[in-house]
T-cell receptor, first 111, second 110 residues
Framework: EDKVVQSPLSLVVHEGDTVTLNCSYE??????LLWYKQEKKAPTFLFML????IEKKSGRLSSILDKKELSSILNITATQTGDSAIYLC???????????FGKGTRLSVIA | NAGVTQTPKFRILKIGQSMTLQCTQD?????MYWYRQDPGMGLKLIYY???????DKGEVPNGYNVSRSTTEDFPLRLELAAPSQTSVYFC?????????FGQGTRLTVV
C-alpha cells in the first residue's frame, strides 16, 4: 500500500530557530513530491520536487528530495510566528492514481 | 482565472439532512479530488476522479457519493448527515504542474 509519512507530527519552536520537517514515501511509480503550507484555509503550494535532486528555495524555506532514501526535507531558517501552520507533503504517481498526502506536521512558532 | 471554486463556504445541517457540495474548475484538469480535514489533522481522501464519467473511492468514502458528468464539475453529496461528518471539505484538481485547492467548505452537523 502506498504511503507518505511525515515527521514530526507536531513541533513547537521559538522565533529565530531553524526547523527541519521530514517526509518519507513508499509509493509505486513515483513522479514528484509536493510541499504545502496550510494556515486557516486551503493549502498553499510551496515546492514541487522530482528525482532530479535539485534543491528548491524560496526565501527562508528550502527543500530537497533524496531519491535514494525516498524522502524529502523542508527547512525553515530564522522562523517567525507567521510560519506557524500545518505543513503537508504529497506524492504524485504515474497513471490514474490520486495524490497521496501525509498527515502533516503542525508547526507552532512562539515569540 | 477562477481556478477551483467551491460552494457553499459554510453550512449547518441537521442530522439526517442531505446536501450537495459543489466544486467546479476551469483549468480543464482531468484529476479532481474531495478531501475532508478534521481539526488539527491532515487531509483524508473521500473520492477522486480521473476524468469525466470515472470516479473512485478514497480512504473515507462512507456516507458520501460523487458524480463527474463533466470535466469541470465534481459535486459531493451527503445523503444522511451525521455528526461525524462535521469537518472542512476541500475540493482540488490537479495536473502534473501541481494541485489546486478550492477555499473549502466548513460543514457542521448538529
Amino acid at each position: 500500500e502506498d504511503k507518505v509519512v511525515q515527521s514530526p507530527l507536531s513541533l513547537v519552536v521559538h522565533e529565530g530557530d531553524t526547523v527541519t520537517l521530514n517526509c518519507s514515501y513508499e509509493v509505486t511509480n513515483f513522479r514528484s513530491l509536493l510541499w504545502y503550507k496550510q494556515e486557516k484555509k486551503a493549502p498553499t503550494f510551496l515546492f514541487m520536487l522530482t528525482s532530479s535532486g535539485i534543491e528548491k528555495k524560496s526565501g527562508r524555506l528550502s527543500s530537497i528530495l533524496d531519491k535514494k532514501e525516498l524522502s524529502s526535507i523542508l527547512n525553515i531558517t530564522a522562523t517567525q510566528t507567521g510560519d506557524s501552520a500545518i505543513y503537508l507533503c504529497a506524492v504524485y504517481r504515474s497513471g490514474n492514481t490520486p495524490l497521496v498526502f501525509g498527515k502533516g506536521t503542525r508547526l507552532s512558532v512562539i515569540a | 482565472n477562477a481556478g477551483v471554486t467551491q460552494t457553499p463556504k459554510f453550512r449547518i445541517l441537521k442530522i439526517g439532512q442531505s446536501m450537495t457540495l459543489q466544486c467546479t474548475q476551469d483549468m480543464n484538469h482531468n484529476y479532481m479530488y474531495w478531501y475532508r480535514q478534521d481539526p488539527g489533522m491532515g487531509l483524508k481522501l473521500i473520492y477522486y476522479s480521473v476524468g469525466a464519467g470515472i470516479t473512485d473511492k478514497g480512504e473515507v468514502p462512507n456516507g458520501y457519493n460523487v458524480s463527474r458528468s463533466t470535466t469541470e464539475d465534481f459535486p459531493l453529496r451527503l445523503e444522511l448527515a451525521a455528526p461525524s461528518q462535521t469537518s472542512v471539505y476541500f475540493c482540488a484538481s490537479s495536473t502534473e504542474g501541481g494541485v489546486f485547492f478550492g477555499q473549502g467548505t466548513r460543514l457542521t452537523v448538529v
